[in-house]
């Protein structure tokens, strides 16, 4: 027999729900995001426990984040730790519950939906999902991956911030370098805040920038002779400056991160799979990693795709069909990840650029059809993991 706790998660409190098995609520707490907090919510699951004779069932409202270190805890002790999004517990609610919104009554739907998943789940379908430990490898590699990819995503956004301010200060200025995150050319932009002396340096003071030689002096001093600044170049300039100053630091955060990554990856027989696809770098296959956490979590490949983003879904309603649809709630790093290198992978693959073609020429467009070979190559990830094996590209040889 079993008793179902729901916990719905928050930043500094939780709120817990447990209900019995005939579906009354036993109790409604808060936990605090503290220890003292989850040692008394495991002291009332073994209260419970001797009561009812029955054994805990515990769903919370998605895992890592803010859950984080409760659900590690929970699987530690061995109780059974189910997931479930935030799409199926409003919808829940709304049906069973009322419009009305709050922790406690989040708490209290998440906690019969445990009780009544048997019942909700029809041909097959399930509502929750079971949450197996992850190695801690992979957790590593996780919180590692998405560290780097934050600090990829604030270097862009510098960057953009950049080049706008540089095409408002001295359009010409950009001419200088195809890539505006280029070295030699961010320490330029840091050691000349004041962008007037930049066009007044003489050839041995920028000659002491490390990363300009004859080459890039050259540019420089072309540049110098048709300089001409806007009038908010004293204000833009420091600015300037400092972005680049940023740029540079977070340049060297995301090698180290890279660096760290390769070194855990190297550890890791699922990163070594993957890695064995054509076209699946480091950075990608570090990030399915982490995400993907272990393939025991999905019962068939199908589970997968969706979690990926990359399976399609069927609407219908009477007459109506919708083919081809993408699944709303997907995990977006392993999404991004998975599509990238599926795109980079058709290049080094000739049966997959073969089969990309083959979509396009249906009429589908560039993204449609790499989802499509990335849906194809989800099935050979599925059975590669599943099964040891790493990935092994047949050579076809034309018949003579």
Not at 77 to 95: A, M, P, T
Not at 150 to 160: A, H, Q, Y
Not at 237 to 245: F, I, N, Q, R, V
Request: aromatic content about 6%; glycine content about 6%.
């Amino acid at each position: 027999m079993e008793f179902s706790v729901g916990i719905d998660v928050g930043a500094y409190t939780h709120h817990v729900a447990i209900v019995n098995p005939d579906g009354h609520l036993n109790e409604a707490f808060e936990m605090p995001h503290q220890q003292t907090g989850f040692d008394h919510f495991f002291s009332r699951l073994d209260f419970y426990q001797k009561q009812l004779s029955a054994t805990a069932v515990i769903g919370m409202e998605g895992l890592g984040g803010y859950a984080r270190p409760l659900d590690r805890q929970i699987q530690k002790v061995g109780f059974i730790l189910l997931n479930l999004n935030n799409l199926k517990v409003s919808r829940f609610r709304q049906l069973f519950g009322a419009d009305a919104k709050s922790d406690h009554r989040d708490a209290l739907m998440i906690a019969q939906m445990v009780r009544l998943r048997t019942s909700l789940a029809g041909n097959g379908e399930r509502v929750l999902y079971a949450a197996p430990p992850v190695d801690p490898l992979h957790q590593r590699i996780k919180r590692l991956a998405r560290r780097q990819q934050r600090l990829i995503e604030e270097k862009v956004r510098l960057l953009m911030r950049m080049k706008a301010d540089l095409l408002a200060v001295s359009p010409i200025l950009l001419d200088l370098t195809q890539k505006i995150d280029t070295l030699w050319f961010l320490r330029l932009l840091v050691a000349y805040p004041d962008l007037s002396r930049l066009v007044r340096a003489r050839a041995q003071t920028l000659l002491k920038i490390p990363g300009i030689g004859k080459s890039f002096l050259s540019r420089v001093q072309a540049w110098q002779t048709q300089a001409v600044l806007s009038d908010e170049a004293d204000v833009v300039g420091p600015m300037l400056a400092s972005d680049g100053a940023r740029v540079l630091e977070l340049l060297e955060q995301i090698k180290a991160y890279g660096d760290q990554l390769d070194v855990s990856c190297s550890k890791s027989l699922m990163a070594q799979r993957l890695e064995s696809l054509p076209g699946f770098g480091p950075k990608c296959t570090a990030r399915l990693t982490g995400e993907i956490g272990t393939i025991g979590r999905f019962d068939s490949e199908s589970a997968l795709a969706v979690y990926l983003g990359v399976a399609c879904l069927d609407h219908q309603s009477g007459t109506s069909l919708k083919r081809g649809k993408p699944a709303r709630h997907v995990n977006k790093i392993a999404q991004a990840a998975m599509l990238t290198a599926t795109d980079r992978h058709r290049h080094f693959c000739p049966q997959s650029q073969t089969y990309y073609k083959k979509k396009r020429t249906e009429g589908k467009n560039h993204n449609q059809a790499v989802r499509a070979l990335a849906r194809h190559l989800t099935r050979v990830i599925y059975r590669m993991l599943t099964q040891n094996r790493n990935y092994e590209m047949k050579i076809l040889i034309a018949k003579p």
